[in-house]
Each structure stands twice: as C-alpha cells, then as structure tokens.
C-alpha cells in the first residue's frame, strides 16, 4: 500500500521544525528591554505583569539607574537562540534574567 508521503518518520518532521524555529516574542522584547525598560515593557510584553510593576517602582525609586537591570535583560535575549528563549521565558516563565 502507497502512502504518497503522507507518514513521514518523527526524524524527518523534528529536524524539518528545528532548522526554521523561530520565536515570535524574542526581537520585540529584547528591543523593548532595551529602549522602553524604564516602563518595564519588556516584562508587560511577556505577560509578568507583577514584575513590570517592580521594575517600574524600582526605577522610580533609583531615579532610573535600575533601568540598566532590563537593558541587559534585552541584551541576554537577543543573543539567545529562538528556542531557548521560548523554553525559558514563555514555557517555564522565568521572570528575571
């Protein structure tokens, strides 16, 4: 019996997906981090509404020297694989760095 392609090995369809990953999230909350951590974007665009909360207190309260904590946070995100990313921040909700 003929399968015209249609059942193809899990090695096949593994290594197909792993070569195109891409993550949806990672650009835009690295460059939030960078340009807009003041307001905590980054943490608002990944869904950490309380720690959004803390880094605008934090910068308040340090009259903004604390925005170097999502600058870097935006830097370890764009030198991150896309997969990486996406396990670490989206899958297992790591909040910070």
Do not use: H
């Not at 891409?22 to 869904?47: H, V």
């Not at 020297?65 to 921040?89: C, H, K, N, R, W």
Request: proline residues 2%; glycine residues 10%.
């Amino acid at each position: 019996m003929e399968t015209y392609g249609y059942n193809k090995g899990p090695s096949q369809n593994q290594n197909f997906s792993n070569t195109n990953y891409r993550s949806e999230k990672k650009l835009a909350a690295g460059l939030l981090g960078i340009l807009a951590g003041l307001f905590g974007a980054n943490k608002f665009y990944l869904g950490y509404i309380n720690q959004g909360i803390i880094q605008i207190v934090l910068n308040i309260c340090t009259c903004g020297m604390a925005t170097v904590i999502p600058f870097i946070e935006g830097i370890v995100y764009l030198t991150m694989s896309d997969e990486q990313f996406d396990q670490t921040y989206i899958q297992n909700k790591k909040a910070w760095f």
